[in-house]
């Protein structure tokens, strides 16, 4: 059965830097599409990024883009989140996720299997 495990959570100030690790055992990732989710306090679970299992493409919110930036490295099973300019609104726990078939392209909420979550707190 896989597991995913998140690392590399903490507490950073506004505009700093945090880089999430995601190791995924029982499972090669090499087949499929990876990413993380995010849930703010009182608010639902939201995407953040997904990289294709290809690792060609990738994709990220609105809020995201031009400060996150997604990766694999399938050698070591693992994907990466590298958080740049940090705002406090992007405080949350930050899940990985990964899809449950392979060969998709994007990554649906209710079709992927979740990490226990990594804490972010982003001090203003």
């Known amino acids: 059965q896989e597991q995913l495990e998140e690392s590399g959570g903490g507490l950073v100030q506004a505009g700093g830097s945090l880089r999430l690790s995601c190791a995924v055992s029982?499972?090669?990732?090499?087949?499929?599409?990876m990413g993380w989710f995010r849930q703010a306090p009182g608010k639902e679970r939201e995407f953040v990024a997904a990289?294709?299992?290809?690792?060609?493409?990738?994709y990220y919110s609105d809020s995201v883009k031009g400060r996150f930036t997604v990766s694999r490295d399938n050698a070591k099973n693992t994907v990466y989140l590298q958080m740049n300019s940090l705002k406090p609104e992007d405080t949350a726990v930050y899940y990985c996720?990964?899809?449950?078939?392979?060969?998709?392209?994007?990554?649906?909420?209710?079709?992927?299997?979740w990490g226990k979550g990594t804490l972010v707190t982003v001090s203003s």
């Open positions: 029982g499972r090669t990732i090499t087949i499929f599409t």
């Open positions: 996720a990964t899809d449950q078939t392979p060969f998709g392209e994007r990554l649906q909420a209710d079709r992927v299997y």
């Open positions: 990289v294709s299992w290809t690792g060609r493409n990738t």
